[in-house]
């Protein structure tokens, strides 16, 4: 390495090459050498240091998630598919408040709680039940889904998916963003790290309403149904989330940690529960380009569902996600 030069401490500083001791180091260093340069009368950027001052390795941020965290037994290895699930058994996982207020934007506007309570079960909850009768005497709606459970370790940042039938076989690689401020969490630091020996367990999943959900509201927009449109294309939306919040739930059941479910549907949508759903495009794992490595993982072509050239699911009425099992795994966001 060459010997630190006059000016390299402030450079070193803005391009954030040294820890903030060595830059210390060298700046206290480099006014030394500036008096003694100004002594024999030579420009003080053209001295070199006369003892090498060696930057120090950029310290990696640690989270305070703990790796000490019991590895649940998977009930397999490897992917399944769900072929159909039953509508009634997601819509027990509907929001109702997005379907209503966000999807369908009925809101509250100046009514008292009461008011809007009454306005919903009277106005709203009847189009809900209309639609889904619909739905069911035109099949429009086909819940599927896909998911499994591999090996996996940590290494830094990434998380390493390894083959459940050969643990020395890397199968893919996630490389996780890390939060820029304390508590620096990062999804690579609820799972076992490699330097432990011990194989922890990632589950992955994908769910579809169907492609013929998105068929028939792309034939109700065509035919001037512009309401019915927004009523079944909202519901499909939220139908997937449901659908994502069942599998969810059979995944911690089938992991063993379903035993501190909240039991209130509400408390389920606050992650009332141990372990956490992380979907691709959302901000613990913003790139949806990740989405590219769970094809040969899952399989999705299995249940109909595709991938675009900009990383989207086809049918939009699809969701991917990662699950952890951790008991500190919540929503975070890595900006």
């Known amino acids: 390495m060459r010997a630190l030069q006059i000016g390299d401490a402030e450079r070193a500083r803005e391009l954030g090459a040294l820890e903030p001791a060595a830059v210390r180091v060298a700046a206290v260093t480099a006014v030394g050498e500036r008096r003694a340069a100004s002594d024999d009368g030579r420009p003080p950027r053209d001295r070199v240091f006369d003892e090498v001052v060696e930057?120090?390795?950029?310290?990696?941020?640690?989270?305070?998630?703990?790796?000490?965290?019991?590895v649940p037994e998977p009930p397999f290895y490897g992917s399944?598919?769900?072929?159909?699930?039953?509508?009634?058994?997601?819509?027990?996982y509907l929001n109702e408040n997005m379907?209503?207020?966000?999807?369908?934007?009925?809101?509250?506007?100046?009514?008292?709680?009461?008011?809007?309570?009454?306005?919903?079960?009277?106005?709203?909850?009847?189009v809900l039940r209309d639609l889904l009768k619909t739905c069911e005497e035109e099949d429009v709606l086909h819940p599927k889904a896909?998911?499994?459970?591999?090996?996996?370790?940590?290494?830094?940042?990434?998380?390493?998916?390894?083959?459940?039938d050969n643990r020395d076989r890397e199968l893919e690689r996630f490389d996780f963003p890390r939060m820029g401020k304390p508590p620096y969490w990062c999804l690579s630091d609820f799972f076992k790290p490699v330097s432990s020996g011990v194989f922890d367990v990632a589950a992955f999943m994908i769910v579809t309403v169907g492609?013929?959900?998105s068929?028939?509201?792309?034939?109700?927009?065509?035919?001037?149904?512009?309401?019915?449109?927004?009523?079944l294309h909202g519901l499909s939306v939220e139908l997937a989330e449901a659908l994502a919040e069942y599998l969810h739930k059979q995944i911690r059941i089938e992991w063993g940690i379903a035993g501190?479910?909240?039991?209130?549907?509400?408390?389920?949508?606050?992650?009332?529960?141990?372990?956490?759903?992380?979907?691709?495009?959302?901000?613990a794992c913003p790139r949806l380009e990740d989405q590219v490595k769970l094809w040969p993982l899952l399989k999705p072509n299995r249940i109909g569902v595709g991938l675009t050239e900009t990383?989207?699911?086809?049918?939009?009425?699809?969701?991917?996600?990662l699950v952890v099992h951790h008991r500190q795994a919540k929503y975070f966001n890595v900006r």
Do not use: C
């Open 311 to 321: 990383f989207q699911l086809d049918p939009e009425q699809s969701t991917t996600a």
């Open 99 to 126: 379907l209503f207020q966000v999807q369908w934007q009925y809101r509250k506007n100046r009514r008292s709680v009461e008011e809007f309570k009454r306005y919903i079960d009277l106005e709203v909850r009847p």
């Open 211 to 213: 492609r013929r959900a």
């Open 55 to 70: 930057p120090v390795a950029y310290a990696r941020p640690r989270s305070d998630i703990s790796r000490e965290e019991p």
């Open 260 to 283: 501190s479910d909240a039991r209130d549907k509400q408390q389920i949508f606050k992650q009332r529960y141990q372990g956490s759903r992380y979907s691709f495009g959302y901000p």
């Open 215 to 231: 068929e028939t509201a792309r034939h109700w927009l065509e035919a001037d149904r512009y309401q019915d449109y927004l009523h």
């Open 146 to 164: 896909v998911y499994g459970f591999w090996p996996a370790q940590s290494e830094g940042d990434t998380l390493i998916v390894f083959d459940p």
């Open 80 to 92: 399944r598919v769900v072929e159909r699930v039953e509508p009634r058994a997601a819509l027990a």
